[in-house]
């Protein structure tokens, strides 16, 4: 075992991180290695707590320099919940803007055709989507801010404000007992193979903050 995982094992991912405020600066940025291969499949997991005194926000976003089409972004509204992977996308009618925790799950397969989104434990929305496509690695992932290809920067207007926790990435499509055990529970038995939460705590940049403990609580 290498000092890197022995030292990110000895963090302990019982963790919250906070964004409070609308800014560019302000995000958690990890780069995708391009160690694993293209993601065909991916599974996406976490808990947010988002600031009452905002109406939109991007939690988490992928891009690759110069193609614009590998993308992934997650981004809410008061009313709304939308995600999306390549030129795929889903939205759902929900609030979560609301003082409580939430869990939020996404499951995209490029090989199956399977693309679903999950909000506590319960599916949203789910469409097929084309096979025999994958994601190219090699990216960066962002947590806290869209990336805007035009410009070349993060948005402001659609920045993140609030807490988030336990964050992974996962190379394999998780099922729906996964998000609904993992929703009632503030955890996930094991970290994911393409980020697990406990990395991105060395990509905090700007005025984000780490707090320990979690304040998570799952669903009852």
Same mark, same amino acid.
């Given at each position: 075992?290498?000092?890197?995982?022995?030292?990110?094992?000895?963090?302990?991912?019982?963790?919250?991180?906070?964004?409070?405020?609308?800014?560019?600066?302000?995000?958690?940025?990890?780069?995708?290695?391009?160690?694993?291969?293209?993601?065909?499949?991916?599974?996406?997991?976490?808990?947010?707590?988002?600031?009452?005194?905002?109406?939109?926000?991007?939690?988490?976003?992928?891009?690759?320099?110069?193609?614009?089409?590998?993308?992934?972004?997650?981004?809410?509204?008061?009313?709304?919940?939308?995600?999306?992977?390549?030129?795929?996308?889903?939205?759902?009618?929900?609030?979560?803007?609301?003082?409580?925790?939430?869990?939020? @799950?996404?499951?995209?397969? &490029?090989?199956?055709?399977? $693309?679903?989104?999950?909000?506590?434990?319960? %599916?949203? !929305?789910? #469409?097929?989507?084309?096979?025999?496509?994958?994601?190219?690695?090699? @990216?960066?992932?962002?947590? &806290?801010?869209?990336?805007? $290809?035009?410009?070349?920067?993060?948005?402001? %207007?659609? !920045?993140? #404000?609030?807490?988030?926790?336990?964050?992974?990435?996962?190379?394999?499509?998780?099922?729906?007992?996964?998000?609904?055990?993992?929703?009632?529970?503030?955890?996930?038995?094991?970290?994911?193979?393409?980020?697990?939460?406990?990395?991105?705590?060395?990509?905090?940049?700007?005025?984000?903050?780490?707090?320990?403990?979690?304040?998570?609580?799952?669903?009852?």
């Amino acid at each position: 075992m290498s000092f890197y995982s022995t030292f990110v094992t000895a963090l302990g991912d019982n963790f919250d991180v906070l964004f409070n405020r609308k800014t560019s600066t302000d995000a958690v940025v990890v780069a995708d290695e391009g160690k694993k291969p293209n993601l065909a499949n991916i599974t996406i997991a976490f808990w947010l707590n988002a600031d009452e005194n905002y109406h939109n926000g991007t939690p988490f976003s992928y891009y690759v320099p110069g193609s614009p089409q590998e993308r992934i972004e997650i981004f809410f509204t008061d009313s709304t919940l939308e995600v999306k992977v390549k030129n795929d996308s889903l939205d759902a009618s929900c609030r979560i803007i609301d003082g409580n925790w939430h869990f939020i @799950g996404v499951l995209w397969s &490029g090989d199956m055709g399977i $693309f679903s989104l999950y909000l506590d434990g319960q %599916e949203l !929305s789910g #469409v097929q989507v084309p096979t025999n496509v994958s994601l190219v690695k090699g @990216g960066y992932m962002i947590l &806290g801010q869209k990336y805007s $290809f035009e410009t070349d920067r993060y948005i402001i %207007e659609d !920045s993140y #404000v609030g807490l988030m926790h336990q964050f992974h990435i996962w190379l394999t499509p998780g099922s729906t007992s996964h998000m609904w055990n993992a929703a009632h529970r503030c955890s996930w038995p094991i970290g994911g193979d393409v980020k697990a939460w406990v990395e991105f705590i060395f990509g905090l940049k700007g005025n984000t903050q780490k707090r320990f403990p979690t304040s998570c609580k799952g669903k009852r």
